[in-house]
């Protein structure tokens, strides 16, 4: 398509060279530097999607990501929904289409890829404008560390949009240079970079965007975008203000358009945005656009000014240009051609109360100015009020918010020498509170610009009963009108939070940019309240939409969730185990031979276990380091049962509950050292354990002297298990004495192999003679394949998790998290012993004794042995008293089973469960609904096997 609205000149495009791209079908041509709006809207294509209720044409609206209306699907290069036409940056191989409202999310994983980077600094600066630069840079030659961010490709902010003189030069120039000179002195430049959050403690997010994310030049991995997470002692927001519309009837059309974003295509881009214009306005700043678009060819129709009476400068510059002003009238409505475009305006005088006769304008575009907001959603976010300033007619930061500093137009400063001076006070202010001495470098002239001078506050055109404002649109992306806030205002609400849920005003992608404070306004006139006193919706991050990619980086595929391997994983994979997942490791679940299910192989495993000897990778159980002069203390208060009274050398089996008395985890405990434990603790609950210790050390016992450091990957751990495996070990480690009189059950030894040092532990956890064998995980695979060699002429045979957890139930061992709830007490898993009744208080303690803990009908943890020793009974099963389960009225349920397994050494199927008052029903029967029907089962003791510990104590 031919650029028809694309200046001669002009612009930050690149007119040597041009990009096609498709766009609803059609071949539309741009340049280097375009975003898909100012293309489109070169090539004279203003319709650009629907609106998401009504279906009306909608156009692009605005410049910048304040734009409610241009959103488009990117089918190509790769899918993206829901981007703004405004703020995507032209590049080879684009596709795209409207979007009324929500795009489709991509079916193909997206081959790019998004990152992470930290970043930390004395002083952060948002916005790149006038106000930024001076305050980043006047911060810099103080010798503060300084980063400065802006979402544009290029810093200047404003001046792209309204061009002004600085220094004596063009003023997108003189920003150049001057974040030139900031990176020079070591400063930070972020460009294409949004922050779209603030934090407590200085922490601010932000979302940085590659300016060749949908090029097909580049690699398809290509990093697209990346979250910064900044750190600053001081923030200093100078992100500017918003334009606002003014609200009247069918104001949605496309070729409406804020007046400064007409402008900005124009410096920015060198768009005319149509051929003949009608500008409305309450101020001063859209004469400026009006007077640029005039220069650049656009016949400018009439100047529609709410305002009164006799007016300043700008009225009498469009009076001497011949350009029509009509004073004390407003915009009343438009009318369309076939394509939905404006083709016709309508004004008429207006007193504040009453509309006059109409006049109308054959216009093919409408500029609007309804005033400034100031962009202070980041100061909001970040704690700090806000209070409308009349003069002003805008909501404006008040007061102080903890680390952060508001400075020029975002702070309601819009004269020129106002927003110099007060960015020099904000980096003053910054840099003061770091310790530094304020810089006395040089004033900056920045040339007058009377744009901003306050003008009437007009919200909307009252040209009817306001339920009947249908068209009145206030939010054009959720097609909610005047209309609606007045619905919503009739039905009681008052609230502006409220009335924002009832019509969903501010809640599409533009977040209200343009629309929240016109919702209030439009409110505080239909209830006859101060616009001060109805107030605004809360500032939430994200300030711009953020891609859950870019959130999610690198943590996706088989990064979403971290895959955690073991030292002697590859050893594991080439003897065919076949893995499970438990709390993010991969751990091998069974070794098939050829020719056996998961069943035959478990069924091998315990059988060598038991009958001779067998090795678990148990290195993914997790290990804590306890250390300091109160580390007894400490885990005496943690543990139910007394670990300061445990002896160098020995081991000790606790159990650790919450404060309501319920177990959490268990596990083995060494004592190293009479300031020194080692922790065991679940696979699955390390991490967890280790943020529960760290909590009560350093919130409820900060003067106990104890550091904690996980070793969960710093060593291996190897149990040895079966009649056989004293052999094994004594073979290894011929210096070590492992007879049953040297070497006791709940010891352990230290020796070496090789040179490197080596822990022996005799602990088990499958029944059976066991020693758990230790070292740096470095030497873990040397370690593991020395004893695999060991073992061979024992009949070592390695087992995986099924085969372990087949073992540890025969034995009535419970697995935290599997067997427990977050219901059972110690007590409840018949370990009474292991709940210290010498000590005076430790976590849980307490609740011990409240009624229900004490209850005999408590679920309490047994096993059971089904009637027909081949029927299998799934683990949820649940168990109840009747044989009939078809009889009417409920069936009570006594409890459910938490692990069921089939047994060799028992030569039966076999579950543990929690029955209510399991411990008094020993040898009762009980049924377990199985597929519908009732199985019947012996409750017994949750120690099926060997319950004299022969086996196990050698």
Not at 278 to 301: C, H, M, P, Q, R
Not at 899 to 905: C, K
Request: proline share 6%.
């Amino acid at each position: 398509m031919t650029q028809t609205h694309r200046t001669p000149t002009g612009g930050r495009i690149d007119r040597t060279h041009t990009i096609d791209f498709d766009f609803e079908g059609r071949t539309v041509t741009g340049h280097p530097g375009d975003t898909l709006a100012s293309a489109l809207l070169a090539n004279g294509i203003h319709e650009i999607t629907t609106s998401i209720t009504f279906g009306r044409p909608r156009g692009i609206a605005a410049a910048w990501a304040e734009d409610p209306n241009g959103l488009l699907q990117i089918t190509a290069p790769f899918p993206d929904p829901m981007q703004l036409a405004t703020t995507v940056e032209l590049a080879p191989g684009i596709a795209a289409h409207g979007v009324p409202g929500q795009g489709v999310l991509p079916t193909e994983p997206d081959p790019a890829r998004y990152d992470t980077a930290h970043l930390h600094v004395d002083v952060l600066v948002v916005g790149a404008g006038p106000a930024g630069l001076v305050a980043a840079t006047h911060a810099a030659r103080a010798g503060a560390r300084v980063a400065l961010v802006d979402e544009h490709p290029e810093v200047g902010g404003s001046l792209h949009a309204v061009p002004r003189t600085i220094e004596g030069v063009d003023g997108v120039r003189w920003a150049a240079y001057t974040a030139d000179e900031l990176e020079a002195a070591g400063g930070v430049v972020l460009r294409r970079t949004t922050v779209f959050g603030l934090y407590d403690d200085g922490l601010a997010l932000a979302v940085e965007r590659r300016s060749d994310h949908l090029g097909d030049t580049a690699p398809a991995d290509a990093l697209r975008q990346r979250v910064w997470r900044i750190r600053a002692g001081r923030t200093i927001v100078a992100t500017g203000a918003h334009e606002r519309p003014v609200v009247f009837a069918d104001n949605d059309r496309p070729g409406i358009l804020l007046a400064t974003s007409a402008r900005a295509f124009l410096h920015r881009f060198g768009v005319r945005v149509g051929d003949r214009a009608v500008v409305f306005t309450t101020n001063d700043s859209a004469y400026g656009a009006a007077f640029d678009l005039a220069d650049a060819g656009v016949e400018i129709l009439a100047v529609v000014d709410s305002r009164g009476g006799g007016l300043g400068g700008p009225a009498r510059e469009a009076a001497r240009r011949g350009i029509p002003v009509l004073t004390g009238h407003v915009v009343v409505g438009t009318d369309a051609d076939e394509g939905g475009r404006v083709r016709q305006v309508f004004a008429a005088p207006f007193d504040g109360a009453t509309i006059g006769a109409t006049r109308s304008f054959d216009a093919d575009t409408l500029l609007v100015s309804g005033g400034w907001n100031p962009a202070a959603h980041l100061y909001s976010q970040a704690g700090g009020r806000l209070r409308f300033d009349e003069r002003l007619g805008a909501f404006v930061p008040d007061g102080p918010a903890e680390g952060v500093s508001v400075a020029g137009s975002a702070a309601g400063r819009f004269d020129s020498a106002d927003v110099v001076d007060d960015a020099r006070r904000a980096a003053d202010v910054a840099v003061a509170d770091l310790g530094l001495v304020p810089a006395d470098g040089p004033h900056v002239d920045l040339a007058a610009d009377d744009d901003h001078e306050p003008g009437d506050v007009l919200w909307f055109v009252p040209t009817g009963d306001p339920v009947t404002l249908s068209t009145h649109f206030v939010d054009a992306q959720r097609d909610a009108t005047v209309a609606d806030i007045a619905t919503a205002i009739g039905a009681g609400l008052r609230s502006i939070e409220h009335i924002k849920r009832y019509t969903t005003i501010g809640t599409a992608h533009d977040q209200g940019k343009t629309s929240g404070v016109v919702a209030a306004g439009v409110t505080a006139v239909l209830t006859g309240t101060p616009i001060g006193a109805v107030g605004t919706t809360t500032h939430r991050p994200p300030y711009t939409p953020v891609p859950f990619a870019a959130l999610a980086g690198r943590s996706r595929g088989a990064l979403y969730d971290p895959v955690r391997i073991t030292a002697v994983h590859d050893w594991h994979v080439a003897h065919g185990a076949e893995f499970e997942d438990v709390g993010q490791w991969k751990r091998p679940w069974y070794y098939p031979q050829p020719g056996e299910d998961i069943h035959a192989a478990v069924a091998r495993e315990t059988v060598a276990a038991r009958g001779a000897v067998g090795i678990l990778d148990g290195s993914t159980l997790g290990k804590i380091d306890v250390q300091g002069p109160d580390a007894p203390e400490f885990l005496d208060r943690i543990y139910t049962n007394l670990m300061s009274s445990l002896k160098i050398g020995s081991v000790r089996y606790g159990v650790m509950c919450g404060v309501d008395g319920m177990v959490i985890d268990d596990g083995t405990v060494l004592r190293l050292a009479e300031d020194r434990y080692l922790v065991y603790t679940t696979t699955g609950g390390a991490a967890h354990i280790l943020d529960w210790l760290e909590e009560w050390l350093q919130t409820e016992w900060p003067e106990l002297r104890v550091h904690l450091t996980s070793l969960t990957e710093h060593e291996v751990t190897f149990p040895v298990v079966g009649p056989r495996s004293r052999a094994v070990v004594g073979e290894l480690f011929p210096e070590v004495d492992v007879s049953n009189e040297a070497f006791p059950f709940m010891t352990w030894r230290e020796t070496t192999l090789g040179g490197v040092p080596v822990r022996l532990a005799r602990v088990s956890f499958s029944g059976e003679l066991a020693y758990e064998v230790s070292t740096v995980s470095w030497y873990g695979l040397d370690l593991w394949e020395r004893l695999i060699t060991t073992g061979e002429p024992y009949g070592i045979t390695p087992y995986g998790t099924e085969t372990m957890h087949v073992l540890r139930a025969e034995k009535g061992y419970p697995i935290v998290g599997q067997d427990t709830d977050g219901t059972v007490t110690p007590q409840d898993l018949g370990m009474n012993w292991v709940v210290s009744k010498k000590k005076l208080d430790f976590v849980g303690k307490r609740s011990f004794a409240r009624t229900a803990n004490q209850d005999p009908n408590r679920r309490q943890f047994v096993g059971l042995l089904p009637d027909d020793p081949t029927v299998f009974i799934p683990e949820g099963s649940q168990l109840v008293t009747v044989t009939d389960l078809d009889r009417p009225g409920r069936v009570p349920m006594h409890g459910f089973v938490t692990s069921s397994y089939d047994s060799r050494a028992l030569g039966s199927t076999f579950a543990l469960a929690l029955v209510d008052g399991g411990h008094g029903r020993i040898g009762e029967k009980i049924n377990a609904v199985v597929d519908g029907l009732p199985v019947p089962a012996t409750i017994t003791s949750h120690v099926l096997f060997d319950p004299e510990g022969a086996r196990r104590d050698g």
